[in-house]
């Protein structure tokens, strides 16, 4: 008896693709995840080290500004990227960046996290402000705009065809 006729044989018998380039870019939540981490592990250290007066802080903002900034734009925005980035591939089924784009993006938010200790506060600002309007296309916001607005017009087609049959009399002259 031969099994040939179920199609997971057939998908099983075609082989993968070898997957090229480092594992933690292929999704988006792999290394903004990883970033995220280690940027709480490094940070809170720091931040106990700058609370106790320690060191003397050179940095363009006062430590009580790093920190709320670091714990909004760099620890939260780091995991609600990763996880919209992997989330908007699974809900949409449009490909996201990955690889060298992918790749950039992170960069994009490490340059930020260390122009925060070294750099000035202006370019501190525009790495920070730079990565959210950047990432906006790669989720495919005008594909869904696109989408959104093909279901509504389908929608309005229907009801133009079918409105005047749902209205007219019933045939026996009943209301309802």
């Not at 996880?83 to 992170?106: E, I, M, N, S, Y």
Request: hydrophobic share 60%.
């Amino acid at each position: 008896m031969t099994t040939n006729f179920l199609p997971i044989f057939k998908a099983a018998a075609a082989p993968m693709p070898a997957l090229q380039g480092l594992s933690v870019l292929r999704l988006g939540f792999r290394p903004f995840y990883l970033a995220g981490t280690l940027l709480a592990v490094l940070a809170v250290p720091i931040w106990i080290v700058l609370f106790l007066g320690h060191p003397a802080w050179t940095s363009t903002l006062p430590p009580l500004f790093w920190h709320a900034h670091e714990m909004l734009f760099g620890f939260a925005v780091a995991i609600i990227v990763g996880f919209v980035l992997t989330a908007a591939k699974a809900w949409t089924g449009l490909p996201t960046p990955r690889g060298p784009a992918l790749a950039a993006l992170v960069l994009l938010w490490l340059a930020a996290r260390i122009a925060a200790l070294i750099g000035p506060y202006v370019l501190y600002a525009v790495l920070d402000l730079a990565l959210l309007p950047l990432l906006a296309p790669s989720l495919y916001v005008f594909a869904l705009l696109a989408a959104g607005l093909a279901w509504s017009a389908a929608f309005l087609i229907y009801l133009w065809r079918y409105t005047p049959w749902l209205l007219r009399p019933r045939l026996d002259g009943k209301d309802g």
